[in-house]
């Protein structure tokens, strides 16, 4: 927190300091984020991992951490979530879902919903979510075929 504050990161969600360097702790450890609530007053995130996965402190199941009882609950620390991509519109054999109401029952509780649509992910989305990937192949391609058609 020293370090946050020490450059200049502070503010609650939206105030006028935050708004100057906008910033979110984020945790996939609920008890990480109610522990930190009395040393900043900046916006902290819960993160939400895939449905098989529990919390990293308290071993919650998803069903728990997402059900409206501890929304209602987290929301005292929190301002919003940030729900793995697959909590959203769920996969199964390549193909989506029907989406689930996570997003709606969120806001039903003031909570945000991190991130926002259209925002760039650079992890745990697939190859989608770098879009260098394919240049970057693109590119190995290339050197390989002039390594290989032009050694000497």
Do not use: C
């Amino acid at each position: 927190m020293e370090t946050l504050q020490k450059y200049g990161f502070k503010g609650s969600y939206l105030s006028k300091n935050w708004l100057r360097q906008p910033i979110f702790i984020q945790s996939f450890a609920p008890t990480s984020l109610v522990y930190i609530v009395n040393k900043t007053d900046l916006p902290k995130i819960l993160l939400i991992d895939n449905v098989d996965i529990p919390t990293q402190d308290t071993n919650q199941s998803y069903w728990k951490i997402t059900s409206d009882e501890y929304l209602n609950y987290i929301k005292q620390y929190v301002v919003g979530i940030g729900p793995w991509k697959d909590t959203l519109v769920p996969v199964a054999k390549n193909y989506m879902l029907t989406p689930t109401n996570l997003v709606s029952r969120a806001h039903a509780h003031n909570l945000q919903v991190a991130p926002k649509p259209n925002t760039f992910m650079p992890f745990g989305s697939g190859v989608h979510a770098y879009p260098g990937n394919e240049l970057a192949k693109l590119e190995t391609l290339i050197m390989i075929h002039h390594l290989v058609t032009k050694f000497r």
